[in-house]
């Protein structure tokens, strides 16, 4: 089965400061991630994906995350903060049939001017 | 861009009403998937479609939901007898995989059940 687990629901950091959101996930087989943000009244855009590439994947607006199969992590990371970038991020799982996707239950980003 | 486009954007009915939300995926795209998330929830999986069927459900899918792509461009999402918790944001998706194994997400209908 597969499944993700996202750990803090909220997240507070001030602006300019490292961005750290957490993702664990359980995959029977290798398994895609992706990092999806949703702004207020918005749908879900893509940040970045994995698809068993690289395993320090870039993404849009400046963030990156690294694929950890030791640590099972996918941990979503960006160097300085902006107050754009406050939103709902959401981490997910599939398999490479296509099918369905797996989400965590979201980090909500507050950025402290 | 192309993007996957949904109407309306918010919705209120009486609950037993029947509801049809409806879909515009990205043209090329063969698969199309729809998703829900109540209110302070996760994004829930309900149903993906390819190739004119269902190819995957989940056990939130029962019988009172039903999905259709009535055309070539349409796809559309039926709720038979809403219910007070069929209250939620309703995301459809596209994909064009196996070329690509993200999904585009439309803004989402807000679905309000009274």
């Known amino acids: 089965a597969q499944s993700v687990t996202q750990l803090g629901s909220h997240v507070s950091v001030s602006e300019g400061a490292l961005v750290l959101l957490r993702c664990n996930y359980s995959?029977?087989?290798?398994?895609?991630l992706f990092w999806y943000v949703q702004y207020p009244n918005q749908g879900l855009q893509l940040l970045l994906k994995?698809?068993?590439?690289?395993?320090l994947v870039k993404g849009i607006n400046g963030f990156e995350a690294e694929f950890k199969k030791s640590e099972t992590s996918f941990h979503l990371t960006k160097p300085s903060a902006h107050m754009s970038d406050a939103a709902e991020y959401f981490c997910?799982?599939?398999?490479?049939?296509?099918?369905?996707?797996?989400f965590g239950t979201g980090t909500s980003l507050t950025v402290i001017p | 861009e192309p993007e996957v486009t949904q109407t309306p954007s918010h919705q209120v009915t009486q609950m037993g009403q029947e509801v049809i939300l409806r879909c515009v995926p990205i043209?090329?795209?063969?698969?199309f998937y729809w998703y829900r998330q109540i209110l302070g929830q996760k994004v829930e999986f309900l149903v993906s479609?390819?190739?004119?069927?269902?190819?995957?459900k989940s056990e939130i899918f029962d019988d009172q939901f039903s999905v259709e792509r009535p055309d070539g461009s349409n796809f559309t999402l039926k709720i038979r007898s809403t219910k007070l918790e069929d209250s939620a944001m309703y995301f459809c998706?596209?994909?064009?995989?196996?070329?690509?194994?993200?999904?585009?997400f439309g803004q989402g209908t807000r679905l309000t059940v009274v």
């Open positions: 994995y698809t068993s590439a690289a395993t």
């Open positions: 479609f390819y190739n004119n069927e269902i190819s995957e």
């Open positions: 997910a799982v599939s398999l490479n049939t296509g099918n369905q996707f797996y």
């Open positions: 995959s029977s087989v290798p398994p895609y």
């Open positions: 998706a596209s994909s064009d995989y196996p070329k690509n194994t993200d999904a585009f």
């Open positions: 043209s090329n795209h063969l698969y």
